[in-house]
Nanobody
Framework: QLLESGGGLGQPGGSLRPSCTAS????????AGWYRQTPGQQRDLVAT???????NYTDSVKGRFTISRDNAKSTVFLQMDNLKPEDTDVYYC???????????WGQGTQVTVSP
């Protein structure tokens, strides 16, 4: 399973760094990602990173968020800088685990940006 931590309350212009770690297993060598979702709405892509470190971001976070991963520790990070109130959401990580073909999801971590 995937365990997320590091969300919470941030101020506009501030930073947060959620992380997501595989528990009891390891990442597959394929893409991992972060997504976000407002209750009642669809889950949207925030950023992805391949096993080799190639990244992709949705336009609204480019230049502010940085996704990274530590393959040896089966952990993916989302460095969130210059936070904006519209970044408030539940953030989910996703990755393939243990050689299985399907992707797994974390339990979600709340990020709230407010003065």
């Amino acid at each position: 399973q995937l365990l997320e931590s590091g969300g919470g309350l941030g101020q506009p212009g501030g930073s947060l760094r959620p992380s997501c770690t595989a528990s009891g297993t390891t990442f597959n060598c394929d893409a991992a990602g972060w997504y976000r979702q407002t209750p009642g709405q669809q889950r949207d892509l925030v950023a992805t990173i391949t096993c080799g470190g190639v990244t992709n971001y949705t336009d609204s976070v480019k230049g502010r968020f940085t996704i990274s991963r530590d393959n040896a520790k089966s952990t993916v990070f989302l460095q969130m800088d210059n936070l904006k109130p519209e970044d408030t959401d539940v953030y989910y990580c996703s990755a393939g685990l243990g050689g299985e073909e399907r992707d797994y999801w974390g339990q979600g971590t709340q990020v709230t940006v407010s003065p």
